[in-house]
Structure formats: structure tokens, C-alpha cells
Nanobody, 123 residues
Framework: QVQLVESGGGLVQAGGSLRLSCAASGRTFSSYAMGWFRQIPGKEREFVTA????????YYADSVKGRFTISRDDAKNMVYLQMNSLKPEDTAGYYCAAGRRALDLRQARADAWGQGTLVTVSS
């Protein structure tokens, strides 16, 4: 099973940008759809975005559409989340996930989860 480790979180001012990275172990990375979720303490984990195995299909939550971009580099076993025009309401723990299909991830059905990286957006 793939193992996932996120990095790149931190503190940023509203309107700023951050790029999150997710490093995956295992030789089967290219067979997984990948996604990002976020969670605020006390609330349910929320879908953010997902990308298909080929990279041709992406899904975004309405709240991040036009501001966030997911991408993958199968040669490096990496998936990225470019976050622009950040808002205080984007503050959350961000989790990388792997699944069979991007549509599965959109429905929060994942085969593996990372430990998360914290993003804090100050106003």
C-alpha cells in the first residue's frame, strides 16, 4: 500500500500563496488517483481536490475553484497543491490521499491517507 507524507504547510497572510507537496512511497504510485482534503478541529474532513491517474481529470471543491491547482509528477512520486489567493477560511490541516479513482476521492473514499500539514492564513 502506498504511504504518503505531506510538506509545505505554514503561516501565510491572506492573499498569499503556498505550495503543498505529498511524497508517495511504492512503485504503484502511478496507478493511484490522488487528492487533497482539509480539516478544521471539531469538523468533518472536507474534500478539496482530486486528480486522476493520467492527470487528465481533476475535481475541485467550489470553495477553492480558480484559486487552487492540483498536479502530479509520476516520475518523482509526487503530488502538489498550489494554493493562491489564500483566505483565512482556508486555515486547516491539509491531508493527501490516494484512491482508485478521482471520483472515489471526491466521495471521500481513499485507500491511504497522509498525516497532514497545517496551513494557517492570517487576516
Amino acid at each position: 500500500q502506498v504511504q504518503l507524507v505531506e510538506s509545505g504547510g505554514g503561516l501565510v497572510q491572506a492573499g498569499g500563496s503556498l505550495r503543498l507537496s505529498c511524497a508517495a512511497s511504492g512503485r504503484t504510485f502511478s496507478s493511484y488517483a490522488m487528492g487533497w482534503f482539509r480539516q478544521i478541529p471539531g469538523k468533518e474532513r472536507e474534500f478539496v481536490t482530486a486528480i486522476s491517474t493520467s492527470g487528465a481529470i481533476t475535481y475541485y471543491a467550489d470553495s477553492v475553484k480558480g484559486r487552487f491547482t492540483i498536479s502530479r509528477d509520476d516520475a518523482k512520486n509526487m503530488v502538489y497543491l498550489q494554493m493562491n489567493s489564500l483566505k483565512p477560511e482556508d486555515t486547516a490541516g491539509y491531508y493527501c490521499a490516494a484512491g482508485r479513482r478521482a471520483l472515489d476521492l471526491r466521495q471521500a473514499r481513499a485507500d491511504a491517507w497522509g498525516q497532514g500539514t497545517l496551513v494557517t492564513v492570517s487576516s
